[in-house]
């Protein structure tokens, strides 16, 4: 055995940090040459491994294909993918007329966002195409844009105007023939609001592929849960304030904006007397039947159905039939879809210059895409075991909203409930998409226009039905109080700012609030006086009974990183802790020196203090039984991060408290720390008072003050 073992004078040495790692520490290694650098990085980066790596990464289906295992996943891939892409159909319509778009729109797609991911998603059950935030946010921009061009009895794209009918408040527009989707059975407005669309998701879709590339998927990690739960419960409130005057049969104003979804309840009550009741009871038959059979059958017997019954193309079969026959345009005056071209459009590189001040509202509605979209994949991929990469997926989300701009279609998402589906009815993999794209391509190129009497009520129920899960999310505030008072608060204001303001707004306000909650909280960190129990566990006195204190050791433990925001309540709370006060302690010192002279009769014969200063605060005691000084012993293993700000604000505490005899000593530092430390010399000046840990920290003092070092 080594006599650094033995001898414990240099074991107490070894306690401290700097004799730690110079005897433990890894020397670190010499840089090689510039040129020698650059060659291997050129020889690894070029080499058929890195090659293979690199094509394996960006399209995931070559992995999938290669371990796809037919008999075991075909059966079950079909299935659910026929499932899923039976539910696109009226989905897809219906997200399209919530964006303010022909319902074809819908239906391109759910079949190009699906099919694109296929090749470059990561995820094997997120189900691509329409989702309600999406679509409401693209109609956002559409009706501010485009505003001029909507009727306002109607929030649904008119398709029986001419092109002299309309106004619309753009510049720069291009004509309608350059529209991909050439063909009568859209009016000016609609193809106008097509190639804004496409604009939209073709800056968006770029946007998101680069920043994917620099990987920048980690911007998931900003948006919490609380405030993604507060977005998606404030947007289903704007999603039934949107549909509820179709549901009652209503003719009122759209309106855009701060305050657009308390102006439209007020122009739905001003308006209440004029309810189509055709329409009425038409949603009422719907919710109730789509509601049903979702919930109380799909869902409670989900263990014994194959898969789903699809309740939602069945309503939309029997009402196009039912409408068809009995004329419901023309004998009740129902809104009905009326032409839906078949058939698959051209291909068009988008107008990008229609976008002009739009830009920020293209990335924001790309960031919520992905955000709802990986948000959902992780989820699945946990309950599945397999991982899913978020900057790749940011690519496929991107690489999506491209190629569906230049087919007319608009920002692909993935769909809670579909994907939900398409896992529960036993899809194995993203082999399941494509069964779903045919699906919706045999509705593109042949079925489509049978839905010329299909009323547009009957998608708002839908709609309306599908968001059942984010009103759900309204039970989660009385337990998310009881958990956090902080998510609680980051839920709510995410929620009040995205319903009273606007979607974009909201969000802002709601990643703004969370960041902002962050930085509170390392304002009012948890500190506390340890000590420690049964000679291994440090633990607050206050908080633990049979806590043992050294007799003049104070273990300070401060749970928060140390920086310029919180430095004065580091200070404060070294003070509280330690009960020791160097300001109150020269005060009470230099009373104490006065009172020598005077003598007054409430001065202790002891040491001429009052006896009020001294229950008001721990004088450092050092008598002939207690030859040792006093020590404040900062317990630094909760400090993740410190900056320059908090390494003078540790001088200031090493200060302080030497000048009033006090040692200060730190212990538990991390590697980080410690590099700041020694970068700030910091290290060199306080090498003695800086240890491993607690226990060596109260070692080496025991030692110190017994005398035998």
């Known amino acids: ?397 991107g690489a999506g909203s491209v190629l569906n701009s230049v087919f007319s279609g608009y920002i692909p998402a993935a769909s809670v409930a579909r994907s939900m589906v398409q896992e529960g009815a036993g899809g194995h993999t993203q082999v399941a998409s494509l069964f779903g794209c045919l699906v919706v391509l045999v509705v593109i190129l042949a079925i489509g226009p049978l839905f010329y009497s299909l009323p547009k009520c009957v998608l708002s129920c839908v709609i309306l039905v599908n968001l059942r899960s984010m009103f759900l999310q309204f039970l989660e505030l009385k337990p998310l109080w009881k958990k956090s008072k902080y998510d609680f608060m980051i839920w709510v204001v995410t929620f009040l700012a995205t319903v009273i303001l606007d979607a974009d707004i909201g969000i802002g306000i709601g990643i703004v609030f969370s960041i902002l909650t962050v930085a509170i909280r390392t304002q009012r960190p948890e500190f506390y006086r340890a000590g420690i129990i049964d000679g291994q566990y440090i633990k607050s006195t206050e908080k633990y009974n049979e806590v043992q204190e050294e007799q003049s050791i104070k273990i300070v433990h401060f749970q928060s990183p140390l920086y310029f925001a919180n430095s004065e309540m580091f200070v404060k709370a070294v003070r509280v802790a330690s009960n020791i006060d160097p300001e109150q302690i020269k005060k009470v010192r230099k009373q104490a020196e006065k009172a020598v002279n005077v003598k007054p009769e409430n001065v202790t014969a002891e040491n001429g203090i009052p006896d009020s200063e001294l229950d008001e605060v721990l004088v450092p005691n050092h008598t002939e039984n207690q030859p040792c000084r006093e020590a404040i012993l900062l317990d630094m293993s909760g400090v993740p991060f410190l900056d320059v700000v908090g390494v003078k604000t540790l001088r200031r505490v090493f200060n302080e408290y030497n000048s009033i005899d006090v040692d200060v000593m730190l212990a538990g530092c991390s590697d980080g720390v410690l590099d700041i430390l020694r970068s700030t010399d910091f290290m060199s000046e306080k090498e003695d008072f800086i240890f491993v840990d607690v226990e060596s920290a109260i070692e080496s003092y025991r030692g110190s003050s017994s005398g035998t070092e």
């Open 1 to 397: 055995m080594e006599d650094t073992e033995l001898n414990p004078k240099h074991r107490r040495k070894l306690l401290r940090v700097t004799a730690f790692e110079e005897k433990f520490k890894k020397p670190p290694e010499s840089p090689k040459p510039l040129s020698e650098r650059i060659r291997t990085q050129c020889r690894d980066y070029f080499s058929k491994r890195k090659l293979i790596k690199t094509v394996h990464a960006n399209f995931p289906f070559i992995g999938l294909l290669r371990k796809y295992k037919l008999k075991e996943s075909l059966a079950n891939d079909v299935i659910s993918g026929l499932t899923v892409g039976i539910m696109q159909i009226p989905q897809g319509m219906a997200y399209a007329l919530l964006g303010s778009l022909p319902p074809i729109v819908g239906l391109y797609t759910s079949f190009f966002g699906p099919l694109i991911y296929f090749f470059l998603g990561t995820s094997r059950h997120a189900s691509m195409g329409t989702i309600a935030i999406v679509s409401l946010m693209i109609a956002s921009v559409l009706d501010t844009r485009l505003g001029g061009g909507v009727d306002p009895g109607n929030a649904f794209p008119v398709t029986n105007v001419t092109a002299t009918s309309t106004s619309v408040n753009i510049t720069n527009i291009t004509t309608p023939s350059q529209v991909s989707t050439m063909t009568s059975a859209f009016s000016e407005i609609d193809l106008q609001k097509i190639q804004m669309t496409a604009a939209l998701s073709f800056i968006s879709g770029f946007v998101m592929i680069f920043l994917g590339k620099i990987n920048m998927g980690l911007v998931a990690t900003y948006m919490s849960e609380p405030m993604v739960c507060g977005f998606t419960s404030a947007v289903a409130i704007h999603v039934l304030t949107s549909q509820a005057k179709h549901v009652l049969g209503i003719n009122v104003g759209r309106h855009n904006g701060v305050f657009k979804v308390i102006k439209t309840w007020i122009d739905i009550f001003k308006n209440i007397v004029t309810i189509n009741w055709a329409a009425v009871i038409t949603s009422i038959i719907c919710i109730l039947a789509i509601y049903a059979v979702k919930i109380h059958v799909n869902l409670r017997f989900k263990a014994k159905l194959k898969i789903p019954i699809p309740i939602e193309i069945i309503v939309v079969a029997i009402a196009t039939t039912i409408s068809h026959f009995a004329k419901f345009k023309t004998n009740y005056e129902v809104n009905v879809l009326e032409d839906i071209p078949s058939g698959l459009p051209a291909p068009a590189i988008p107008d990008v210059t229609l976008v002009g001040e739009s830009f920020k509202d293209a990335v924001i509605i790309g960031i919520v895409a992905f955000i709802q979209s990986v948000s959902m994949a992780k989820i699945l991929a946990r309950k599945n075991n397999y991982h899913i990469n978020p900057n790749q997926e940011m690519v496929a989300y």
